[in-house]
């Protein structure tokens, strides 16, 4: 809970605070992403079903399933109009939920106090050793300890403390809740079991339906609390460049509170799909366990190596690390065994979320290798004459190119094409905007450089990996408080217009590229890039994703170029 980010937790934001000390690092984080955003289509519908398989003892022909998958659209329909109100209820909620389930299990408990010998480490190691296939029960025990990766994602909306001390009543009301269990089926041993489970065992026949209401409103808690999670870990994602672009939406004015529709709508297909695959939650555990036991694994890697950035002891680093990746691993060889009863199909997803998230970060340091930059100051004196070329129809009053240059003395050569040859672009003033995306989650700061009094200016944007770049207002902001502090004239230039003091026009150019079909590539290269472009068809385009006004934006193509081919033997005749 100590390795936060400004007071935000969850992988990404861990990633964020070691990125630069190690390349390595970024797989053990997309992994552990990718995993928990697999978990994220298993954990509504087990949690839902689980609550609403309850009724069957008392009503044997109710269609369970129709129930579920009507509760989880609604909840997914809900999203768009914000969740400030489930939040609202998050806490009274679980409070009613953990107490109940304490109760239940104590007053079971009563009657056989002696199943309280199991908090003897004693009884664990016998089991496991003693008893045929012991071991594989380990798959089943983890599950009581899922959720526990979700603490550290929502470190954030619940902050440290409250977490710290909230979890040790949670867990008193867990101990109680599993021992009074173990005691209900210690009273029932040779009984056939079937559609009674040991939980609502616990609950009297006057009490069923109040239960069975308090566990699906906390199942439909817990749910959105790990749907919002995804949404925050897609939107990191995409600010740190591991995810297609996507539109954004914040649908209240919560800190920390957004929305991505096809996120929504992905994860909602993607619940449903898993209901009717499983069809009860029982067959749901296997695919549940193992891709958070991945989570967990990548998590520690990423901690571990966070203590050695800050300096702790050595000896006490590798004893942490052994201890958890010794658990951990227990746990997922344990989990292996549940690999053909369902636990394929969270690892098929945890890879095919793992792929798109490393082809559109590969594809984006080739992109980088290939970006050619030359210096602005060779390029002044040619932009202040053609500003003033009055032979050259002027193209806007204010130019502004989006540039991906951290440098103000460097700008891309494909910039420079496109002012100076593509067409040239004759402006009053060229503006250059770098929107820099920093790891801490909400900073907003920018800076500003005119290089060229009256006909160039350079602003840097220093934006949170969790703040909207919505570039449109910012730079008007910008542009105001230039204006007051007399550092830029922006009124037009031309005569009739000037003396009223009108405010010239404002165009942004948008540089996208394409594959070129000169290009000579690797296997690999290839195929990491020919699969970028097709995501690229469903990623938001430049100027929706800087929220751009769309009557302003100029998009111009250049193609990407690899390697050309060589020995082309062509002859002139």
């Not at 403390?161 to 009543?169: D, G, P």
């Not at 690999?524 to 994703?545: G, H, M, Q, R, V």
Request: net charge positive; charged share 15%.
């Amino acid at each position: 809970m100590r390795a936060d980010n400004k007071g935000e937790g969850g992988i990404f934001s861990l990633y964020t605070l070691i990125r630069k000390y190690r390349k390595w690092l970024l797989f053990p984080a997309i992994a552990g992403g990718s995993f928990l955003l697999a978990d994220s289509i298993i954990t509504p519908p087990i949690s839902v079903s689980s609550a609403m398989e309850g009724l069957k003892p008392h009503f044997p022909d109710i269609p369970i399933i129709p129930l579920v998958i009507s509760i989880i659209v609604i909840l997914f329909f809900l999203q768009r109009k914000g969740t400030s109100f489930l939040g609202k209820l998050f806490g009274p909620i679980m409070m009613l939920w953990f107490t109940m389930i304490a109760i239940l299990g104590l007053s079971e408990l009563i009657g056989n106090i002696t199943v309280l010998k199991a908090l003897n480490p004693y009884y664990a190691y016998k089991l496991l050793s003693e008893h045929p296939g012991g071991f594989w029960l380990l798959g089943g025990v983890f599950l009581c300890t899922t959720g526990a990766e979700a603490l550290y994602s929502d470190l954030g909306h619940c902050g440290r403390k409250n977490i710290q001390i909230s979890w040790l009543y949670v867990k008193v009301c867990l101990i109680l809740c599993y021992f009074g269990q173990a005691a209900w089926l210690l009273k029932h041993v040779g009984t056939q079991l079937t559609d009674v489970s040991p939980f609502f065992g616990l609950v009297p026949a006057w009490f069923i339906f109040p239960a069975i209401a308090i566990a699906t409103a906390a199942t439909i808690i817990a749910s959105q609390a790990l749907i919002s999670g995804s949404f925050t870990l897609v939107a990191e994602a995409i600010r740190l460049n591991l995810w297609p672009k996507l539109r954004v939406v914040f649908p209240t004015n919560v800190k920390g509170q957004l929305y991505i529709p096809t996120i929504n709508w992905l994860l909602m297909f993607g619940c449903i799909a898993v209901v009717l695959f499983f069809k009860e939650s029982k067959n749901m555990e296997a695919a549940f366990g193992l891709s958070v036991t991945l989570t967990m694994l990548m998590t520690t890697i990423l901690l571990s190596f966070y203590l050695f950035t800050k300096k702790i002891n050595k000896i006490a680093i590798y004893t942490l690390l052994l201890i958890f990746l010794s658990i951990e691993s227990i746990f997922l060889i344990a989990n292996l065994k549940k690999f053909t009863h369902g636990g394929w199909v969270t690892l098929l997803l945890g890879l095919i979320i793992f792929s798109i998230m490393y082809i559109w970060h590969r594809a984006g340091e080739i992109r980088k290798k290939l970006q050619n930059f030359v210096p602005l100051e060779k390029y002044i004196p040619i932009l202040k004459e053609l500003s003033v070329d009055e032979k050259i129809p002027k193209y806007a009053t204010n130019l502004v190119y989006l540039t991906s240059s951290n440098n103000s003395n460097l700008i891309e050569e494909r910039s420079i094409y496109s002012i100076l040859y593509k067409q040239p672009k004759r402006a009053d003033i060229y503006w250059f905007v770098h929107i820099n995306v920093v790891d801490e989650p909400y900073k907003m700061t920018y800076k500003t450089e005119v290089i060229a009094k009256e006909d160039i200016v350079w602003i840097t944007f220093n934006l949170g990996f969790r703040v909207e770049p919505r570039i449109n207002l910012l730079f008007r902001k910008v542009v105001e408080e230039m204006v007051n502090n007399k550092e830029v004239n922006i009124n037009s230039r031309y005569s009739s217009l000037d003396k009223h003091n009108i405010t010239g026009d404002f165009r942004f150019v948008v540089m996208q590229r394409f594959l070129s079909f000169e290009n000579e590539l690797s296997l690999s290269n290839n195929f990491i890039l020919k699969a970028y472009f097709l995501l690229k068809k469903i990623s938001l385009p430049d100027e929706k994703e800087y929220g751009l006004d769309y009557s302003n934006v100029t998009i111009e193509k250049s193609p990407l170029i690899l390697s050309s081919p060589k020995n082309i033997n062509l002859v002139r005749e």
